[in-house]
């Protein structure tokens, strides 16, 4: 990985962190981001620390927010013009129904919007910018879910590992797609399942919601390093280079739910995305990540 730029979204903690430790060690530049800028630098330090690398980068970003996310992309033209992979790891669970300030259901948002458009963005840039593989961290909790593009926020009916689920599920709809789109720039898009792994996911819940998957973490997790896995070789290992629109578990190939694989819902989906990004407009010029 020497030579090599990789953005890791969500980078502070679980998952996120450890993915990034470990391509540091295998010789990456970093970036990670981080919603709170302070955390984000603090957290790239002891990256740095405990990978032994050269230098890492932290970036504040709010990618629950569309303008969030065009602004990271603008902050990178300064830290690192080039990414050659993108590990979206960014992803949340929320037990009540909230709406960005942008209007926007917030598991949607973060979920499913910031990784379509950060993709969308590195990829649309000058020869030289365009990330050469997409990882995206998506759940095995896309099984039996539904996605349901009228109402995608789930305002009538919402529940929280309902909207999760959907948000996967849209993840891998757009990981087909992205590998389709993107096959004549050379960019190769993959998932991933990582596990159930204890990395404070959706603890910041209030009551029950949060405790109880806070119990379940101490009960059946799996460590951060073991879950970061698959991230980590679906952005380094050769053997994967040439591989694209696939969903990896334990580092090997597997098969997704039918409905992910549905290349006219994803053709849908995509739309979807299209509407809900240009409905918030062009970002400020102002605006910082």
Known sequence: ???????????????????????????????????????????????????????VEGLGADLSRVQGVRALAEALDQVAPRIDVLVNNAGAVFSRYETTP?????????????PFLLTEILVARAEGARPARVVNVASSAHRGAHLDLDDPGRSARYRGFSAYGQSKLALLLLTYAQAKRYADRHVRVNALHPGFVASRFGRDN???????????????AIS???????????????EVGDATGRYFVRCRPSSSSRLSQDAALGERLWARCERDVAAVGPAPASEDA
């Open 1 to 55: 990985m020497a030579g090599r730029t990789v953005l890791v979204t969500g980078g502070t903690t679980g998952i996120g962190r450890a993915t990034a430790v470990g391509l540091a060690a295998m010789g990456a530049r970093i970036v990670l981001t981080g919603r709170d800028p302070t955390r984000a630098h603090g957290v790239a330090e002891a990256v740095q620390k405990e990978a032994r690398s050269g230098p």
């Open 102 to 114: 942008e209007g926007l259901e917030r598991t949607w948002a973060l979920n499913v919007l910031a």
């Open 206 to 220: 209030p009551g029950g919601f949060g405790v109880g998957i806070t119990i379940a973490e101490a009960l059946f």
């Open 224 to 238: 951060p390093q073991r879950g970061a896995r698959t991230s980590i070789y679906l952005a380094s290992a050769g």
